[in-house]
């Protein structure tokens, strides 16, 4: 082969792979779009004339959740607007000409709003200590005074599948209760609604999202180098099973969608007091004898998952 050959042969190779490339990027924006929309169909997120602030913090989170939204609303059979909002906390080095600059090439209105909480925090949270949830009370009562101000009816945030279920193990393992993220709930003070559109989303994904789109990643500095959160023991956890049993994060979260309270403990949510048998077999009845890793043979010997 000529050297005319060669770099014929690294041209074609060169094209094979940014078509490859190509192709990949343009599923995983459908696979996103399609995953952002269902959820947003399954829970009544947005209706016709919605204004939707949607949270920009400057993470791949809330910049995959802004570039998904300004999509779907090209697309979807409803009208609503987009507001964008980002709270300067005022961290030292903070780049705050950024998301100005990004969100005015992308001709989306947008309001940042300025308010020091990073020395609200600094003061009250001892050092090394978890400044997670002080930080997070600040920001939401701002973001729902701002909410206010801009007539928004809906806001948006950019928490994804792997938040939720982090967020469901945290609440199990150290607050003895089994609650997760809603993907749509009414806020703390209770005059707005809140939805996760990104519910659905893997957060793998919108590591390979980031990277296609280039969007201008901000980092946390006051949280985010801390090491030992518990938010972030419950992701490497899921990580692991995820590693050793691939598909187990999914259905756990599944499960989380297809809740039997007659089969939990809650006398709240089903009247256990008032339980008497009616006479008429129940397919989905007492079942939780069953073993979900074993089963029963045509013989009656029971094999469990894997054996032969």
Not at 26 to 46: F, P, S, T, V
Not at 117 to 135: H, N
């Amino acid at each position: 082969m000529n050297s005319r050959q060669g770099a014929a042969l690294f041209e074609a190779q060169d094209r094979t792979g940014a078509l490859r490339a190509a192709r990949e990027a343009g599923k995983l924006e459908k696979r996103l779009l399609r995953m952002a929309g269902q959820a947003i169909a399954d829970y009544a997120m947005i209706v016709d004339g919605d204004r939707v602030m949607v949270c920009l913090s400057g993470g791949k989170d809330s910049h995959g959740l802004m570039d998904l939204l300004m999509t779907i609303r090209g697309r979807a059979p409803v009208r609503f607007e987009l507001v964008a909002v980002n709270l300067d906390q005022k961290q030292p080095g903070f780049p705050a000409d950024v998301l100005p600059a990004y969100l005015a090439r992308l001709g989306v209105p947008f309001h940042i709003e300025t308010q020091d909480t990073y020395s609200v925090v600094r003061r009250l949270i001892p050092e090394g200590a978890t400044a997670c949830s002080l930080c997070s009370r600040l920001r939401r009562g701002i973001l729902y005074r701002v909410a206010d101000e801009l007539g928004a009816t809906k806001i948006a945030l950019g928490h994804h599948r792997d938040d939720i279920l982090a967020t469901f193990f945290l609440n199990l393992f150290y607050g003895g209760r089994l609650k997760a993220m809603s993907p749509k709930l009414v806020s703390d003070d209770g005059r707005h609604v809140v939805i996760r559109p990104l519910a659905y989303v893997k957060e793998a994904d919108l590591v390979s999202f980031a990277q296609l789109r280039g969007f201008p990643i901000i980092p946390c500095d006051l949280c985010g180098s801390q090491e030992h959160l518990q938010r972030r023991q419950m992701r490497e956890m899921l990580a692991e099973w995820e590693r050793r049993y691939p598909g187990r994060a999914q259905t756990i979260f599944n499960a989380l969608a297809r809740v039997v309270p007659s089969h939990l403990m809650d006398p709240s949510l089903f009247d256990f007091r008032g339980l008497r048998p009616g006479g008429v077999a129940d397919p989905g009845g007492d079942v939780a004898f069953d073993d979900p890793g074993c089963e029963t043979s045509a013989h009656g010997t029971i094999r469990f998952g894997g054996e032969k």
